[in-house]
C-alpha cells in the first residue's frame, strides 16, 4: 500500500469535503471561529482512524447484510466516547460545538469511508486512510474557519489566542459580518469547492492543449 | 402548554429556525436529492414523517428507558439505533401496505438514517427539555421547514442548469451559492414571533 499516495489523495486529489463532498453539514455550521474549527477537526480526525482501525479489523466476521447497522454501532460507540471526553476536560469546546459532536455519528465522511475503504483493506492501510482524511477534513475546516473568521469579523485564531478574544487584525467596524452568519457558510464552502475544481481542472486543460 | 406556544414552536423550526438555513442540519440529502423537483418533494415528504415519528419515539425511549435507569450517556447510540430501525419498519410497512408511496420514495427511504436532521431533531428535542406534544410539534414542523426548503431549492436549481455560468462554478458550487442567497432571505425572517 503507498501511504504517499493516500496522503496525497486524503488532502487534494481526493479531499472529503472539497472533492467527495462529504459531511457538508458541520464544515458550513461550526466553522465561525478557529478553535471550534480545530476541536471539530481533530474530533472527526480520532473517530474516524478509530472506527476505521475497528471495522478493518471485523470486516470478515461481519455478515454482508447488516454491515450498515455494524459500523452505525461502532461509530456510535466512539463518538460517545469522544463527547463524554470532550465534556469532562474542554467544556467550553464541548458548548460552543453543541448538537454536532454527537452528530457526527451521522456525518457521511466516517460512514463513507468505513464503506468505501475500511470494510475492503487491512487493519494498516485503513489506520492510515483515517488519518489522512480526517487531516484533509481538518484542513478545510482550518481553511473555512480562518476565511470566514478573518473577513467575517477581523480576528484571527478566536477562541484560542488572546484569552479566547482572537487577535484583530482588521478594526471591527470593517468586517463583512454576513460571513459569520450561515450564510457565510454557504457561500465561502461553493466559493473554495470551485477554487478546487479550477485547480484540479488545471493540469488536465494543459495535457489537452499539448 | 398553550396553543401559542405550539405555534410559536412551530413557527420558529418552519421560517425562523430554519433546519437547514440556519441550523445547517439535513445538508446532505439537501444538497445531493434536489435535482429534480418531484424528487425533491417526495424526500421531503419522507423526512417530515420520519422526523415526526422519530420525534415521539425518542421522546419516548429517553424519559422511560434511558431517564429511568439513569443511562443519558447512551442517548447518541441509542437515539441512531432507535432512527435506523424505524427507517427500516416503515420501509416494510410502505413496501406491504402503500407501494405506490414506496416506489415513489425509492432510495430516499433508507438514506434517511443518515439524515442529520432526524438524529437532530431528537436531540434538539431533549436539549430543549420539550414534553412529549412539543417534541411531536417540533419533529413534524421541522421537517415541514425541511419539505418547504428542498422544494424552493429544487425548483431554483433545475433553472440554474440553463444558467449561464463559469465553469469551475458548474454544479455543485453554484448551488451552495444558491443555498447561501436563500439563506440570506430566510434571515428576513429573523425576529418575527407569536405573541401570547
Known amino acids: 500500500m503507498n501511504f504517499g499516495k493516500q496522503f496525497k489523495e486524503g488532502l487534494i486529489t481526493n479531499n472529503p469535503v472539497l472533492v467527495q463532498l462529504l459531511g457538508m453539514c458541520s464544515t458550513m455550521a461550526i466553522t465561525t471561529s478557529f478553535f471550534n474549527g480545530l476541536g471539530m477537526g481533530v474530533a472527526v480526525l480520532v473517530i474516524l482512524t478509530l472506527s476505521n482501525i475497528i471495522i478493518a479489523a471485523i470486516r470478515k466476521i461481519v455478515p454482508d447484510k447488516i454491515r450498515i447497522a455494524m459500523f452505525i454501532v461502532v461509530i456510535a460507540g466512539f463518538v460517545t466516547v469522544v463527547d463524554l471526553i470532550l465534556k469532562a476536560f474542554v467544556p467550553a469546546l464541548s458548548e460552543s460545538l453543541g448538537v454536532f459532536i454527537p452528530l457526527i455519528v451521522v456525518n457521511c465522511i466516517i460512514l463513507g469511508r468505513a464503506e468505501a475503504f475500511a470494510y475492503k483493506n487491512g487493519v494498516l492501510a485503513s489506520a492510515v486512510d483515517g488519518i489522512c482524511q480526517g487531516i484533509g477534513y481538518t484542513i478545510v475546516l482550518l481553511i473555512m474557519c480562518i476565511i470566514r473568521e478573518l473577513l467575517g469579523s477581523g480576528t484571527f485564531g478566536g477562541g484560542l489566542l488572546n484569552g479566547g478574544a482572537g487577535l484583530r487584525l482588521i478594526p471591527e467596524q470593517f468586517g463583512i459580518k454576513i460571513l459569520t452568519l450561515p450564510v457565510g457558510g454557504f457561500i465561502v464552502l461553493g466559493v473554495l469547492i470551485a477554487a478546487m475544481q479550477w485547480a484540479l481542472a488545471r493540469p488536465k486543460k494543459k495535457e489537452e492543449s499539448k | ?196
Do not use: H
Not at chain 2, 440556519?22 to 444538497?31: A, H
Not at chain 2, 458550487?173 to 430566510?186: D, H, K, Q, V
Open chain 2, 1 to 196: 402548554m398553550s396553543i401559542t406556544g405550539l405555534l410559536s414552536i412551530a413557527l420558529g423550526a418552519i421560517l425562523v429556525n430554519n433546519f437547514i438555513f440556519s441550523q445547517f442540519l439535513g445538508c446532505c440529502p439537501f444538497l445531493g436529492v434536489s435535482k429534480k423537483l418531484d424528487t425533491a418533494v417526495g424526500m421531503g415528504i419522507a423526512v417530515t414523517f420520519v422526523m415526526g415519528l422519530a420525534s415521539a419515539i425518542t421522546w419516548i425511549v429517553n424519559e422511560f428507558i434511558l431517564v429511568k435507569f439513569g443511562l443519558e450517556f447512551m442517548q447518541t447510540v441509542a437515539f441512531i439505533l432507535v432512527i435506523a430501525a424505524l427507517v427500516q419498519f416503515i420501509e416494510m410497512f410502505l413496501q406491504k401496505s402503500m407501494p405506490s408511496l414506496y416506489t415513489a420514495l425509492g432510495i430516499y427511504l433508507p438514506l434517511i438514517t443518515t439524515n442529520c436532521a432526524v438524529l437532530g431533531v431528537a436531540l434538539l428535542n431533549i436539549q430543549s427539555n420539550y414534553n412529549f406534544i412539543e417534541s411531536v410539534v417540533y419533529g413534524i414542523t421541522g421537517g415541514l421547514g425541511f419539505l418547504l426548503a428542498i422544494v424552493l431549492f429544487a425548483a431554483v436549481r433545475e433553472r440554474n442548469v440553463f444558467a449561464d455560468c463559469p465553469k469551475c462554478f458548474e454544479g455543485f458550487p453554484i448551488a451552495l451559492i444558491t443555498a447561501g442567497l436563500m439563506a440570506l432571505s430566510f434571515m428576513g425572517f429573523s425576529g418575527l414571533s407569536v405573541w401570547g
